[in-house]
């Protein structure tokens, strides 16, 4: 899995693959470097990365995480970029929803005449084996939905038309 995380503002692409009982995690597409990680407690974690030993506590907030190292508090951000492409597909201002990437339309959450305001989940695409909720571009009426459930679609199919 690759994730695109912010700390301040610095932004990494950080690949994290299962290895064994840790982790494979390779930074910016740099060295793999192996990460063992143990949860003692509830939100408190053992991690072992280059033969050091860090305490890491981790509590979500809004937007992201607060990540807690030795008494220092880092506020990140960790988005799945598939994730981010498609939630942030589509939507001209005029209410036109698209997929960014190809996918199968799994579920329909309105229909034609369905008044919907801004951010309203309207339907629901998986892609890379990840159901993305996607959500109205606008408010208005559900004017034309142009995909059925169980469609195959690809990226920049138009799905559904908001006036």
């Given at each position: 899995?690759?994730?695109?995380?912010?700390?301040?503002?610095?932004?990494?692409?950080?690949?994290?693959?299962?290895?064994?009982?840790?982790?494979?995690?390779?930074?910016?597409?740099?060295?793999?470097?192996?990460?063992?990680?143990?949860?003692?407690?509830?939100?408190?974690?053992?991690?072992?990365?280059?033969?050091?030993?860090?305490?890491?506590?981790?509590?979500?907030?809004?937007?992201?995480?607060?990540?807690?190292?030795?008494?220092?508090?880092?506020?990140?951000?960790?988005?799945?970029?598939?994730?981010?492409?498609?939630?942030?597909?589509?939507?001209?201002?005029?209410?036109?929803?698209?997929?960014?990437?190809p996918g199968r339309v799994v579920r329909l959450l309105v229909e034609v005449g369905t008044n919907v305001e801004k951010g309203d989940p309207i339907i629901v695409v998986e892609a890379m084996k990840m159901e993305n909720e996607m959500k109205a571009p606008t408010q208005g009426v559900v004017k034309e939905i142009f995909v059925?459930?169980?469609?195959?679609?690809?990226?920049?199919?138009?799905?559904?038309?908001?006036?």
């Amino acid at each position: 899995m690759i994730y695109e995380v912010t700390h301040g503002d610095n932004v990494r692409q950080i690949e994290v693959q299962v290895s064994g009982d840790g982790f494979e995690v390779r930074i910016d597409g740099g060295e793999a470097v192996y990460v063992d990680v143990r949860e003692p407690a509830p939100n408190v974690f053992s991690v072992l990365c280059n033969e050091l030993s860090y305490e890491v506590g981790l509590c979500k907030e809004e937007g992201g995480w607060a990540v807690d190292i030795y008494g220092t508090t880092h506020s990140i951000q960790a988005v799945d970029p598939r994730r981010k492409a498609l939630r942030l597909a589509g939507g001209s201002s005029q209410g036109l929803l698209k997929t960014s990437m190809p996918g199968r339309v799994v579920r329909l959450l309105v229909e034609v005449g369905t008044n919907v305001e801004k951010g309203d989940p309207i339907i629901v695409v998986e892609a890379m084996k990840m159901e993305n909720e996607m959500k109205a571009p606008t408010q208005g009426v559900v004017k034309e939905i142009f995909v059925a459930e169980g469609e195959a679609v690809e990226a920049g199919s138009s799905l559904v038309l908001v006036e």
